[in-house]
Nanobody
Framework: QLPLVESGGGLVQPGGSLRLSCATS????????IGWFRRAPGKERERVSC???????NYADSVKGRFTISRDNVKNTVYLQMNSLKPEDTAVYYC???????????????WGEGTLVTVSS
């Protein structure tokens, strides 16, 4: 088991920023690609970004240039820096872990409970 806990969600005005964190305890994220996914009300789950074991990253077109994913293996934490937030970014954001050196979050093995991000004035 790999318990994942997201934090950092909240209410922010359009144009604002938030940083989400995904952490685990008692385990290591070193062998997992970590992805951020989101589900907006009435919509399908969307993969937002992924960072591989080696640090390769990818992003959904809708967030390119605004979101940045990073990992701190010492702190066992992955971050999603979200800038220039838009109302359409409102969703529950989940982190997920996909085991393996070549993994890129296509079939995560573990999921967190999610954290709500609301972008509204």
């Amino acid at each position: 088991q790999l318990p994942l806990v997201e934090s950092g969600g909240g209410l922010v005005q359009p144009g604002g920023s938030l940083r989400l964190s995904c952490a685990t305890s008692g385990s290591t994220l070193d062998y997992y690609a970590i992805g951020w996914f989101r589900r907006a009300p009435g919509k399908e789950r969307e993969r937002v970004s992924c960072i591989s074991v080696s640090g390769m990253t990818n992003y959904a077109d809708s967030v390119k240039g605004r979101f940045t994913i990073s990992r701190d293996n010492v702190k066992n934490t992955v971050y999603l820096q979200m800038n220039s937030l838009k109302p359409e970014d409102t969703a529950v954001y989940y982190c997920a872990a996909d085991f393996g050196a070549q993994a890129m979050c296509n079939m995560p093995d573990y999921w967190g409970e999610g954290t709500l991000v609301t972008v509204s004035s």
